[in-house]
């Protein structure tokens, strides 16, 4: 008997029942398979990108861009291998920034794809890679190959060119170039040339040494040629120099160190009140401060005196360098007043004086008694004669006695004559300078040798040369005096310090 209350009982778990079971079976199997699908993309794509969070090692910039790692993580229940491929960034070594992200994780193993497959694919575009270098924009310029010589006596530019063969057609086109080239076409025997070819055996450019201090370099850019000086740094020390003379001042400027310059320049700075010829005394003594340039640490010549002494037959004559407030630079005495006259003693550097202001001297052509109102100095044909002073050339001519010579008026009270020249430099009516060559000494006219006759008028009387007084130069400015003292006081001070120790050691030395 069946209860009307009666219910069959229901299978607990429906999905294996036996007339759904073969309906469900496709299904359960798909999903089984997007599950490993899932997970497998997860994992790969997890590794792809970012690194193990259990490896602490840290590798330096150029490694992280660079090296492909391998690493492996030790778990409690499985060990797994896994392999990091790494994306090349050529990340420089200042600025590493690799790319991190967070590793999320599928509890679900088959669930969504991880955050890092967003950032690969949104963000990696945006990644700032380094800036191209300058050394990558500008390209590489040719080697060049430089080779030296040595101008040889007689050389031309043309005859190096040829010598080392070097194209014509280049020589031509560099002396087109302008003003720079002039020096190639006086190149000096001695002097360093240096020649660049490229690798192709072409001329790239060349170089000439003008002097230690200057160089000429010509070099070919974009089929252009190009002419630049370099000019080296100078250095500039100060030195001094003591000397005594025994027998001239050429041999105790030498015997002290000086240059032949550096002595020249000294009798003309104290030229005006000493006749170096005539007056210099066994004993006289001198003291120079002056300077000394070097280039790459090696002397190449000497500077400008700044100050110096000199003591003649008892007496002391002092000079110190000055240069004002507009650039003007001349010698003045300790007082402010100039070294310069207006007028040269002597008009010439000359070897002796061979006959002297005598106005009862016997003349050796006319043999008679005839004055002799001027000093003669002799020296080698063609020594050239300076004007004594500022002044306009009022005679240039030629006549059977005086021969060529030159008369110059000086103001409204001086006059000077130069006669017997071998040549005339100026013209009648010409002004000229103090020191300017007016002509060459020679032997024309009424004489027995080679030799200038110089004369000296004062208001149209004729004055020895060698005694007149001569007027001055105009002194220090009142407006730049107190400048003046306060820039020479050191200067002075130094020279007599060390003209003082130069006495003391004479004195020992005795």
């Not at 694919?121 to 990558?136: F, V």
């Not at 080697?143 to 530019?157: A, E, H, L, P």
């Not at 500077?303 to 004002?324: C, H, M, P, W």
């Amino acid at each position: 008997m069946i209860k009307n209350d009666y219910k069959p009982k229901k299978i607990k778990n429906p999905i294996f029942s036996e007339k759904k079971a073969l309906a469900r079976a496709p299904v359960i199997m798909a999903v089984g398979a997007i599950i490993l699908i899932s997970w497998g993309m997860s994992e790969y794509l997890t590794d792809d990108t970012a690194p193990e969070q259990q490896v602490s090692e840290t590798k330096p910039s150029d490694e992280i861009a660079s090296e492909t790692v391998a690493t492996k993580t030790i778990t409690t229940k499985t060990t797994t291998t896994k392999k990091r491929f790494e994306l090349d960034l050529n990340l420089t070594e200042d600025n590493p920034k690799p790319v991190a992200s967070k590793r999320q994780t599928n509890k679900s193993r088959g669930g969504l794809l991880t955050q890092q497959k967003h950032l690969t694919s949104s963000q990696l575009t945006n990644i700032e890679l380094p800036a191209t270098t300058e050394a990558q924009k500008i390209p590489e310029q040719p080697t060049i190959k430089w080779q030296t010589s040595r101008i040889k006596s007689g050389d031309s530019t043309a005859r190096v060119f040829q010598r080392h063969k070097l194209s014509a057609t280049d020589l031509h086109n560099i002396m087109q170039v302008g003003k720079a080239t002039k020096p190639l076409e006086r190149i000096q025997a001695g002097h360093v040339f240096e020649y660049g070819l490229n690798d192709d055996g072409s001329l790239a450019g060349i170089r000439y040494h003008i002097d230690q201090l200057n160089t000429l370099e010509v070099i070919r850019r974009d089929g252009q040629w190009q002419a630049q000086t370099h000019t080296k740094p100078v250095e500039v020390r100060q030195a001094s120099a003591t000397g005594t003379i025994k027998s001239s001042l050429f041999m105790a400027g030498k015997e002290a160190g000086m240059s032949d310059s550096l002595v020249m320049e000294l009798a003309g700075i104290f030229g005006w009140d000493i006749d170096f010829i005539l007056d210099i005394r066994e004993g006289d003594r001198f003291t120079v401060i002056f300077e000394e340039k070097y280039v790459d640490g090696d002397k190449f010549s000497n500077g400008n005196i700044l100050a110096a002494e000199f003591i003649n037959q008892g007496k002391t004559y002092q000079a110190v360098r000055y240069t004002d407030s507009k650039g003007n630079t001349e010698y003045f005495n300790n007082e402010g007043l100039s070294m310069r006259k207006a007028f040269l003693r002597a008009p010439l550097d000359f070897s002796y004086v061979s006959s002297s202001f005598n106005p009862k001297r016997f003349h050796p052509v006319l043999k008679r008694v005839k004055a002799h109102r001027g000093i003669d100095y002799a020296a080698p044909i063609g020594t050239p004669v300076k004007a004594a002073g500022d002044g306009k050339v009022i005679q240039s001519g030629y006549d059977k006695y005086n021969g060529h010579h030159v008369f110059i008026q000086h103001g409204q009270k001086y006059v000077t004559k130069y006669l017997h020249f071998s040549k005339r430099r100026v013209r009648t009516g010409q002004r000229v300078k103090q020191g300017q060559i007016i002509g060459n000494l020679g032997r024309s006219g009424m004489v027995t040798g080679a030799h200038l006759h110089y004369e000296f008028l004062v208001n149209g009387v004729h004055r020895n040369p060698k005694t007149v007084k001569l007027p001055d130069a105009a002194p220090v400015k009142k407006s730049e005096r107190d400048r003046f003292f306060r820039l020479s006081s050191p200067l002075l001070e130094q020279l007599n310090t060390r003209s003082m120790n130069a006495q003391i050691q004479v004195a020992e030395a005795d």
